[in-house]
C-alpha cells in the first residue's frame, strides 16, 4: 500500500518545482505549466466522482503554501459534510453577479435608457424636427413623472398619469407620447432592465382603459381644395418675406417642407432648371430629381444674391424655421397645413389634367407600392413630370376657374 503523502513540499521546493503536476498530500497539489507559472489544486472525491477546484496562483506574489494548505483544510471540511467546493463557488458566483445586476438596474432611470435609445437611433432619424421633438415630449409630459424612477418600476398607473390630461384635448400628441414610451420600455426590456409585459402598450391593455380615438393616418393634412390655390398663391405675392417664397416654391414643387427648408444650393442646377434632393432627406431614402418652373426658378434667382448655402436661410442665419411657412399660412388664417398642398395638387392633377397616375405619384416622391411593377419601372419619367410642374406652375398663376383644366391635346402626349 503507498504512503500517505502529508506535507510533501516545501517552499523552495515549490519555487523551484519543474513543469507538472507536485502533490503535497491531503488533495492539494501544485500545477506548473511549461511557461513556468504556478497555480495551486486541490483534488476532492465527492458522490464517487473526482474533481478539482483551483485556489489561486502560487509562487512569489501568489498565495503561500502555508495558505494553500489552510484553504485545502476547509475545503476539505466542507466536502466531509457533504458539500460540493465548486457548486457553492458556481452559486456564489450567480448570486453575486444577480446582486450587481439588481443594483444596476435599480440605478438605471427610464431617462438613462430613453438618453441611451435616442443616442443609438438618432442617427437615423433623417428629420431634425423628429429628433427634437422626441426630446421635447419626454422633457414637457414624460420626465416629470417618471424620468428618475427605476424603469423597473414604471407600471400603468405611471403611464396613465402622463397621458390622460392630455388625452382628449392634445390627442396626436399623447399618442405620439405613448409609442416613445413604449418604445422605452421596450428598449428597456430588450437590455435586461425590465420584465414581463409593457404598460405603455396599447392594443390588449390602454386599449381598454383609454376612451377610443380617431387614428390620425399618415398623409391626411388638412388642405385647402386646388380651386382656391391660384387666388392663395396670388395673396403670398404681397407679402415680402423668405417665409412667402419658399411657401410658393413648396406648393409648385409639391415637395415637402422639410425638404424645402433643408435645400442648399448644391442641390440646384439653376441652367438646367433642376433640383436634386438626396436621398439622405428624402424619406424612401432615394434620391429625387425634382422639375423646376420657370417661376419656381425665378423664386431661387431672387435668394440667390443672399449667400446664403440654403435655399431659404432663417433669419438669424442658417436654415429657415421648420415652422416659419405655418406661421404665416396662421396669419393669413388659412385653416389648412403645408403638407397640405401636396394633396391639392394630387387632387388637380388627377381631376384636371389627362397625366397618368404613376407621373403625379413620381411627382409627390411616392413610393410604387406594387413590387413588380417597382422592379420593372427603372426611369423616374422626369421628362413627363417636367410638363406636369410647368402646367400646374401655369395653374397656380391662373385665376382658377380658367386655368383649371389642361387642354386635351395634352392626354395624349403623356398619357
Known amino acids: ?108 432611470t427610464f431617462r438613462d435608457v430613453a438618453a441611451a435609445y435616442i443616442a443609438a437611433n438618432e442617427e437615423s432619424w433623417r428629420n431634425p424636427k423628429h429628433r427634437q421633438q422626441w426630446r421635447n415630449t419626454l422633457d414637457t409630459y414624460v420626465y416629470p413623472v417618471i424620468g428618475n424612477l427605476p424603469v423597473a418600476e414604471v407600471e400603468t398607473a405611471h403611464v396613465l398619469k402622463i397621458l390622460e390630461p392630455i388625452w382628449k384635448g392634445k390627442a396626436e400628441t399623447a399618442s405620439r407620447i405613448r409609442g416613445r414610451i413604449e418604445t422605452v420600455l421596450d428598449s428597456a426590456k430588450a437590455r435586461g432592465y425590465r420584465h414581463g409585459e409593457n404598460p405603455a402598450r396599447w392594443r390588449g391593455h390602454l386599449a381598454q382603459i383609454l376612451p377610443a380615438r380617431t387614428r390620425l393616418s399618415r398623409g391626411h393634412h388638412k388642405a385647402l381644395p386646388y380651386e382656391e390655390i391660384p387666388a392663395f398663391v396670388r395673396a403670398l405675392h404681397k407679402r415680402d418675406a423668405v417665409a412667402a417664397l419658399a411657401l410658393e416654391f413648396t406648393i409648385l414643387t409639391a415637395a415637402r417642407s422639410g425638404e424645402v427648408i433643408g435645400a442648399t444650393w448644391a442641390e440646384v442646377d439653376l441652367d438646367k432648371a433642376i433640383w436634386a434632393i438626396p436621398a439622405d432627406r428624402m424619406k424612401a431614402a432615394k434620391e429625387h430629381r425634382v422639375p423646376l418652373s420657370p417661376r419656381a426658378v425665378a423664386i431661387l434667382e431672387r435668394l440667390q444674391p443672399l449667400g446664403s448655402d440654403y435655399l431659404f436661410p432663417g433669419a438669424k442665419g442658417g436654415q429657415l424655421s421648420g415652422m416659419a411657412m405655418g406661421m404665416l399660412m396662421r396669419r393669413m388664417k388659412v385653416g389648412a397645413t403645408v ?29 410604387i407600392e406594387n413590387k413588380v411593377e417597382r422592379a420593372y419601372r427603372r426611369g423616374d419619367l422626369f421628362d413627363k413630370r417636367r410638363r406636369l410642374m410647368d402646367d400646374w406652375a401655369a395653374y397656380c398663376a391662373s385665376d382658377g376657374a380658367a386655368g383649371a383644366k389642361v387642354t386635351p391635346i395634352r392626354k395624349a402626349d403623356v398619357a
Open 1 to 108: 500500500m503507498p504512503r500517505k503523502l502529508s506535507n510533501a513540499l516545501t517552499p523552495l521546493a515549490v519555487k523551484n518545482a519543474k513543469p507538472g503536476r507536485h502533490a503535497d498530500g491531503a488533495g492539494l497539489h501544485l500545477l506548473v505549466k511549461p511557461s513556468g507559472a504556478r497555480s495551486w489544486v486541490y483534488r476532492f472525491m465527492l458522490n464517487g466522482k473526482s474533481r478539482d477546484v483551483g485556489l489561486g496562483a502560487a509562487g512569489q506574489g501568489g498565495m503561500s503554501l502555508a495558505d494553500a494548505r489552510d484553504e485545502a483544510a476547509a475545503l476539505r471540511l466542507k466536502v466531509k459534510a457533504g458539500v460540493d467546493p465548486l457548486e457553492e463557488r458556481d452559486r456564489e458566483a450567480a448570486e453575486a453577479l444577480a446582486a450587481a445586476q439588481a443594483a444596476k438596474v435599480a440605478g438605471t
Open 339 to 367: 403638407h397640405g398642398f401636396r394633396s391639392g395638387f394630387r387632387d388637380w392633377a388627377a381631376e384636371c389634367t389627362g397625366y397618368a397616375h404613376e407621373v403625379a405619384e413620381m411627382a409627390l416622391a411616392h413610393t
